[in-house]
């Protein structure tokens, strides 16, 4: 079994160099043409990263309206928090103050004077909740509509990559000639496998 196995490694291996010796020919040369696209460096390096934005950034160094708009939602976007966070934090230290106002009282132990705090703290929450109702469905808008940006520009940058990604395929036209010979080679071997004794 073993002199069975040794032989048909060995004759794999002679095989195999024989065949590289008369075919030295890259197996991928003619995979693709070797044409340049405008986008070629937002393939180069950078593993993982989005390629629609690597695009978009290439796209943008040679495109000041493309700068100057990237610029105005990025400001937008640091100004939503700047915007909500004022009004934010009021709200919720005024919300934080019941709360804990209330925590307090459980520990009172005249029911009566219990019960009046307990009055007069909720009359003052549910007041400031009918005063600062119209500003909390604003942020809340605020924040729709800083989704709604993103996703805008998220679809702008993909209209805009498109004909990009469609240029770089047409410069690197994927050709069959690599595979055909790939394969006539397998099959030339697995032909060899069956006939070895």
Request: hydrophobic share 35%; net charge positive.
């Amino acid at each position: 079994m073993k002199k069975i196995l040794f032989s048909s490694i060995l004759a794999l291996s002679l095989l195999s160099c024989s065949e590289n010796k008369l075919e030295n020919k890259p197996i991928i040369k003619n995979a693709v043409d070797n044409a340049d696209s405008s986008i070629k460096g937002s393939f180069e390096s950078g593993h993982g990263e989005n390629i629609v934005h690597k695009i978009y950034v290439e796209l943008m160094k040679n495109d000041k309206n493309l700068q100057i708009l990237d610029d105005k939602v990025a400001k937008t976007d640091e100004e939503t928090e700047k915007v909500t966070s004022q009004y934010n934090d009021v709200i919720d230290k005024t919300e934080n103050y019941y709360t804990d106002a209330n925590a307090l009282t459980r520990a009172i132990s005249d029911t009566i004077l219990k019960q009046e705090i307990n009055k007069e703290i909720k009359a003052s929450s549910e007041k400031y909740q009918l005063k600062v109702k119209r500003i909390k469905d604003l942020i809340e808008q605020v924040g729709k509509n800083r989704v709604k940006l993103y996703d805008q520009y998220v679809i702008f940058q993909i209209k805009k990559t498109l004909p990009e990604i469609e240029k770089y395929q047409n410069a690197h036209p994927l050709k069959t000639d690599s595979l055909n010979n790939f394969i006539n080679k397998q099959n030339t071997l697995l032909n060899e496998l069956k006939n070895l004794k």
